[in-house]
């Protein structure tokens, strides 16, 4: 059992490194542009994530494996989550919640049935809604006022090069690390080559993204600039490239991945348009993950309704 | 108090706590204990319910058939409730808020009633019933107490009602989920405690000893088992006996054989 557990911290270091090395880029542009208040957002995430990831492992009588990456990737995500200037206690809250509720009770980062830095980033959002939607200004564009924040209240933008060139470098107001286009834009062609499958959630929930903006648009200007709008804000891209992809949560088949990711875009769009918060693209995967073996059962059947059909009218062409 | 009742103590009010070990009687708890004055209405109003119908039903009810009972427990819940209710209001003068006006009669159905009262207090003497209904009713206002201080303070910032000038508060303990979080926490804090006496046998305390009933040791695994979340139930015999009792209602109301275990009976 014992080898069991240290096989699993293997696979567990294995896709973690992965993460961890996606995750270097969108660290490194949030302290270029945010500096001091970033760094110290970064380390005392991580710092508390490692510290309730080995006292809860003592506390379960469980070994601590250092190489076990699941709390450091998941305490980066949250950080990256936040606000650069937000206080300290809250992203320590989220870390501390997502190791010790989510991560150390279900066995691990790879048992977790919800992905723990989402559920973090969630529970915060929920008791520090105003500290956690507030942003620090952009270095030129737009002031302290995100896209999110934008589109929220109906309003628009005219694209042009500059201004679309700041938004795809993540040079606007908005959570500290998520904002860069081209970050996650790169970090989709390193899971490409190095993990494939996972990418089909990705692809249902930006499919189903961009098809439910260009249907029912937030903004009041053309379609086309809603949707980038609608890509660019919140945590969107990088919800898609690094919780969608979260191993815990990912179902085994290929259709249920895509079927994962299209029900998570659609409840993220939804919650957009009608909900309450900013960016809620947590909850829409915590909800995903929860209605996850549901939505196996689901596709299994339509799969199966489908098949016989397929079959019979090949016989009538034979016939 | 005597070695025996000792024993009912502690297995009625810790190892095997209602709430934290059975999961009864969840609903009152995690809906009703976001402040401590709540959480003691909820306390009280559970202690007195309980240790009454069991007492009632271990002195007069044994030779009443089982689906009779039922309806007798519901009965005398909402005979006991309201006088107690009424009682506490005249003589403290507090105000009871209008979601607990909701909630408190719901304590009448608690299930926590019923399964002490069908599992034990009908099965045995009048004190072994009352020691049983008073270790359970210790067990649960203890947890209610307990939630109700800690969601009072980490959620509101105050301590039945004193502010305490927190920096920040969390209002999600104000919600059932942190509730749930919360009874998550104190079983996995028992259970460790349980786990470290078993470890060290030596801070165990001899008077503890010999009668110490057989069935209060919790099952909490082997250090290899792949850590989970399980549910602890230390008397297994308790969920047999409800099993079976089911079993035989069904039997009585449809004339089938009825299957509460889902196969063959094995």
Known sequence: MASESKSSSLKSLNIFGDYLIMLVFPCA???????????RTLAVTVVTGFICDFFGSILVYKKFYAADLSSFCASIMIALMMPAGIPAYIPVLAAAFSVTVIKIPFGGGMQAPFVPAAAGFAFVAVCFKDEVFTYLPGREYMGGVSLGSTLMHGGAMRMNGSNILDILTGNIAGPMGTGCIIVFAACMIYLLVRRREALLATAGFLGACIIFALVFPRSNGSRLAGMIMELSSGSLMFASVFLLTDYSALPAYRRDKLAYGIFCGIICMAMRKLGAFEEPVCF???????????????????MDFIAPRKQRREVSSVE | MSENSRGYMLRGALLNNPVLFQCVGLCSIIAGTATLKDSLFIAVLLAADLIITCVIAS???KKIPRYVRIAIYLMIGIAVIYPVLHYIEEKTLIEITLGMRIIIPLIAVNSVTAVHCETFAVKNSVKSAFLDALAAAVGTGAVAVICGIIREVIGKGTVGGYELNMKFTMSTMSMPFGCLVLLGFLAAFIKAGVRFSQRNPGSRSEEDGPDRP???????????????VEMIIADYDDIDNILSSTDEFLKSLTGYPGDVNGGDGE
């Open chain 2, 59 to 61: 002195a007069l009810l």
């Open chain 1, 284 to 302: 829409a995967v915590l909800l995903a993950n929860a209605f996850s073996p549901l939505l196996d059962i689901l596709t299994k059947r339509i």
């Open chain 1, 29 to 39: 542009l949030s302290v270029w542009y945010y500096g001091m208040p970033a760094v």
């Open chain 2, 214 to 228: 057989e069935e209060i040791s919790l099952d909490i695994g082997s250090d290899d088992e792949p850590e989970a």
